[in-house]
């Protein structure tokens, strides 16, 4: 094994005298235990006789502190996330001038101060080590280095063609306007802008709303306004079209304080994070989804109190009437009553996703219109008149891209990688052969940068200027939180400074002020008219700017809807990733580390197959099959996964990188897009036709929960009907009076306690990540996970109840549960772990000698051990020098041998405690949030002083809903551990109506 | 065969590897017991830049520490001042000295001065001065009588043993987290 090697026992006592392989061998051969420890002690005796000091440590204050810069407290900046397209704001924390941790802006109106995990690992990306240090030009078949200067120099003589073309990913504020001045200044046409967002969920929808209504907008979607939400194929909580807003709002419009918390149901043929989270789930056949959709719109049309107007009645019909579905009885059946329940209660029916790329996507988003037109949604839950969504990308970008890149002579490559995000189908290697030049402009190195002329570094979103729009007048306003870490330019500067080289200049100095120009019209709509620079600077801090923005409905017009019939028999679906997304956060360790939410598999891709599939292949899990479409054959080892149709064969998109530019994604998982399909022009990722073949070898996927199953113990997870929770509702718990010997407690002035809502997590692992950056987890690489070694203080538990055809599924974050009669501390030889008087099972560090007896008694496995000192610059085997400087600098790093876990980011009880006392005052309920807390999207988990009476925790610890972990049943009389945690978890609810469900 | 090579080469290099880990194991100790428990540091003086002196500036100049030290009320770190803070007096006072030319230059050439941590604790420790200046723990109860000093001097041990003898007097917290996290 490669790190025994590099961690062996030599090498650390000998620190100094770095051993070439063989004499570790021979120290490890030739020293017996007594040796050792003779040789040891007298090192020791020498050690000590001699006085000696650590190492001197220096301080090197500014030569002109800033202001607003007071060493060792923290700086805000709000700026804007360009992670995905949903454009969400966030604070960047920095200290001294660097980013430690991102978190979602408060004031940024949709998310609410919640963060997606792609947004928060993007402090990774920023330090990456394997960012481009400078540009690159291609000279034959190698990219040599060359300066700044040079590539000006180089492009000016190139430039003085009207053939110039754009490519990028999916932008909402002010950069496609600018990017189109620029194409317009150097004679090109500006529809030469060509956006791709692999998630095509933006065009469709949109494009729909073009065709029924003449508007190129995506509805908001407000699901307070709805008690029924019907997923039919969608992803709104996977990926959908704004991940972290989506998530908030389903989470409020899900609060059983309503009277009538929204209910889900989800139609889908894989199984993704929304089917996980509905309380309903019918399986369906892969690409039936369009079947299904007609079938609700006729089932719809058919009852009498369908909404519509009677012209928009008129063109639904001439469309059903042109399409007539037959399914199976029993699916009629449900989709008769589920049309049923829709016309009764305010509902909203959102279709599609990234697991239904499939010829029929486009269409779908249009029967999707006429569903939720007679179901009444639009200008209910649905808007597109107000606050609406601004699609990210064009209606057909990419086939205008297709169609016109042969008269291309230049084209610039803006943050977009298509030659891994485009199925290999596509042919974009084959499509820009005769471009001249190609410009890739990236602020990492992307497989796109293999076939361009020039290469050219840009600034990283958290390095540059920007804004986003992601709702029809709410901006964010994007600006640099650090001064840029290599070498890189502003990718709109660049492009103006080379119009400046081909004496075709536009009026603006850099993109900051052609921004500043354009946020003057904002001031126009708010501001007084005078004092611009002071609404400038306000906006800046604040991060967001609000107007209203309106517009009339349009009427309805014709559908044009083309239906392909799909064949049966298995099918291969290949949905982006939850995480890694379609591959721009694989090279992000926090990220492939965090795990797949379903199958908990770390740094793999794997091949999914619903369990009775698998059963009559005869294949078990880490079987290696190979998947043959029409486009292409790939390899992936067998998940088989409940809830799956039995023709669904699911492989994640995002891995598979190949082109070597980054030490994270060598050799790690395969690209399915190699198997995928393109039709008009359009990929297509779903529902295409597969073959599979046992190839007889095995590969062991690093899926990090071993068990599956809840067994006979109802205390983990449990769950009660809304019928239930509504009868005792009124019932305040004790969770604390658990009979016992201990001795009482001793009382401090806060009892520090958290509490999940199990109703509320979808399962996205946004806390993960928080917590790993908040706290200096570090990531251990694949070979350590498969060893059930990773690091994670907070980890997302899944079970799978009931049948495997239809299974529950329930996600549980489950960290330390900082119980009051905690096993761990008993056990601890050397006292370094305590009982804290604040109620925190305090763990310290310098006092562990890594015994291991507390992990071992601890019943909640939340305990973690230094294998290895993560010196931040390895991961696996591989040399990785991730740059420690986005350390934490308020916590502290563990080392080898060393027990850590959650201890509630004391950091920031701590800081919160101080702010109080120097205010004067007691902490205030809400005041401090710990990191997990603050990103969570779908507002489950709440932190809070339990000794507050009237704070949102205790009133959360005495809801009828709350339980213990491994607390037995306290109904019966029945107490299970009695470790009584400070942690407590609120029941899941079931919104079903019919057959209630056990309760624990 | 293999197990007889590895057994003779383990003897002859037995000496050998003895001297080696001999000679390496007070650095590795020195590493992993990082010696705070068992020497105390008092009276650490190390080699500065310049010879700064706090006698001069604090009591002879009576500036406040807090002047300088800004970082005290409001930071966990007292910080030492940035060299815009010297040069906002320097520019016109001392200006021919040596030490006052060099910091000059230093500024001009806008490069910043590499001091010596006196006061270091570990860095499982985490500490903060707005706290205890918040309890009235004057400068000097751990840091000595500056104003008295030449170039600073550790004068408290700074372990464990002496930070938790004060909180107790002081009914300050003892408990783990309070200063481990």
Known sequence: MPQNQRYSLADDVCADVAASPETEKNTKAALGRRDFLKYFSAGVALASSSCVRRPAEHAIPYVDQPVDQVPGVATYYATTCSGCASGCGINVKTRAGRPV??????????????????????????????????????????????????????????????????????????????????????????ENLYRYEPNLLYAHVADAHQRAFGRYVIPRCDFTAAELIVGIGSDFLDQGLARVAYAKNFSAARDLNREHPAQLVQLESTLSLTGARADERIVIAPGTEIDVALALAQALYRQPQAQGGVAERQKIAALLQQHQVALAPDLQQHIATLAVQLVQKPSVVLCGGSHTFDANAAALQQIAIAINILCGAYENALSVQRGWQIPPVGSDDLQRFSRDVAQLDVLFVIDSDPLFTLPAAF??????????????????????????????????FLEAW??????????????????????????????????????????????????????????????????FAKFYH???????????????????????????????????????????????????????????????????????LSIKTAARLGLRRNDVLQLKTASGVLRAALFPLPGLHDDAVVVPRGNGHRHGFSKVTDGIGVDPLVVCAVAEGLPLTAALPVTLTRTGKTYRLAAMQKENKLGDRGDIVKSLSLAQLRQHQNKVRDLDAVPDLYPKLEEGEHRWGLSVDLHKCIGCSACMVACAQENNVPQVGRSQVAMGREMHWIRLDRYFSGDADKPRVTMQPMMCQQCNHAPCEAVCPVYATTHDA?????????????????????????RRFNWWTHKWNVIDAKDYNRNPRALNPDVTVRTRGVMEKCNFCYQRIRDGKHQAKMAGRAVQDGEIKTACQETCPADAITFGNLLDAGSKITQQRRDYRAYLALGGYPDIKEYGLKTLPNVSYLAEVTLQEEGSDEHG | MAFKICLWLSLRCQL??????????????WWMWTPGDTVDNVGYKPKQPIAFSHQLHSEEHKIQCEYCHAGARRSPVAGIPPLNTCMGCHKFVATAKDPIKFIAARYQANQPIKWTKVHDLPDFVRFSHQVHGLAKISCQECHGKVE??????????????????????????????????
């Open chain 1, 538 to 608: 306000t906006t800046l801090t604040r991060g967001t700017f609000t107007h209203q923005k309106q517009q009339a409905r349009r009427e309805l017009r014709a559908f044009e809807v083309k239906v392909q019939q799909v064949p049966a028999g298995l099918k291969l679906t290949a949905p982006l990733d939850n995480r890694l997304h379609d591959g721009r956060g694989a090279h992000l360790p926090v990220l492939q580390e965090v795990g797949d939410s379903l199958t908990t598999i770390a740094w793999d891709t794997w091949v999914a």
């Open chain 1, 838 to 862: 604040e109620g925190i099972n305090a763990m310290t560090y310098n006092r562990c000698v890594g015994t291991r007896y507390c992990a071992n008694a601890c019943p909640y496995k939340v």
């Open chain 1, 427 to 460: 042919g974009w290697a084959e499509k820009i052969k005769n471009v001249k030049h190609v410009i890739s402009m990236q602020a990492f190195p992307v497989a796109t940068d293999s076939l361009a002329t020039h290469v050219l570094p840009v600034h990283h």
């Open chain 1, 101 to 190: 941790k991102i978190e979602g802006n408060p004031d940024h109106r949709s998310t609410g101060g919640a963060l997606c995990p792609l947004g928060q690992a993007a402090l990774q990306g920023l330090y990456h080590p394997e960012r481009r240090p400078q540009p690159l030009v291609r000279r034959g078949d190698q990219l040599g280095e060359v300066s700044w200067d040079d590539v000006y120099l180089h492009l000016s003589s190139r430039l003085n063609t009207n053939k110039v073309g754009i490519f990028t990913g999916g932008t909402t504020g002010h950069r496609a306007e600018f990017l189109q001045e620029f194409l317009q200044k150097l004679g090109a046409p500006r």
């Open chain 2, 16 to 29: 050998c590897i003895a001297v080696v880990l001999f000679f390496a194991e007070p650095a590795a100790a």
């Open chain 1, 466 to 531: 920007g804004d986003a729009q992601t709702h029809a007048g709410q901006w964010t306003t994007q600006q640099p939180v650090v001064r840029p870490l290599t070498d890189s330019r502003q990718a709109e500067d660049v492009l103006l400074w080379l119009l400046a080289t081909v004496k075709k200049p536009l009026p603006y100095a850099d993109y900051r002020s052609y921004l500043r120009q354009r946020w003057q019209a904002w001031h126009d709509l708010q501001g007084d008219g005078k004092d």
């Open chain 2, 148 to 181: 008295k000093m030449g170039v600073a001097v550790q004068k408290a041990p700074l372990q464990m043993g002496w930070c938790v003898d004060c909180h107790r007097q002081k009914k300050a917290s003892i408990a783990c987290l309070t200063c481990h996290y």
